[in-house]
């Protein structure tokens, strides 16, 4: 069983480094990002009605979107707060950049010698 485990955890994380090398992590957040700012520039509600409907999930299904859009997550939450407009838009500006940062595939590099 333990083998089956190691194989299947090895192939997921190989799956995971190959999209962030590959910039398909990096694309999806990106569009994500775009989405959350046209929704936020729209202001029909778009981000309020997508905070309602995560919230109506199971919540084993929130929590799983939450590990796999942490950043974009965090984002939402950020902004369905009480906090003052540009307190909540500089956070979500700096989370969404680090989230960009982080996923750029030279990011992580470290010079050869």
């Known amino acids: 069983m333990g083998d089956v485990i190691g194989t299947v955890a090895s192939g997921v994380g190989n799956g995971v480094g190959w999209m962030a090398e590959h910039w398909v992590l990096f694309g999806v957040f990106a569009l994500l990002w775009i989405a959350f700012v046209a929704a936020l520039i729209q ?11 995560i919230r109506s999930w ?24 009480t906090w003052p407009l540009v307190g909540r ?19 992580g590099r470290v010079a050869q010698p």
Do not use: K, R
Request: a negative charge.
């Open 89 to 107: 838009l500089l956070l979500i500006a700096g989370i969404a950049g680090w989230d960009l940062l982080v996923l750029m595939p030279s990011a």
């Open 58 to 81: 199971p919540l084993v299904v929130q929590v799983g979107a939450w590990l796999l859009f942490l950043p974009v997550m965090a984002g939402l939450w950020v902004w369905e707060t």
């Open 43 to 53: 202001g029909s509600g778009g981000l309020d009605q997508a905070w309602t409907t």
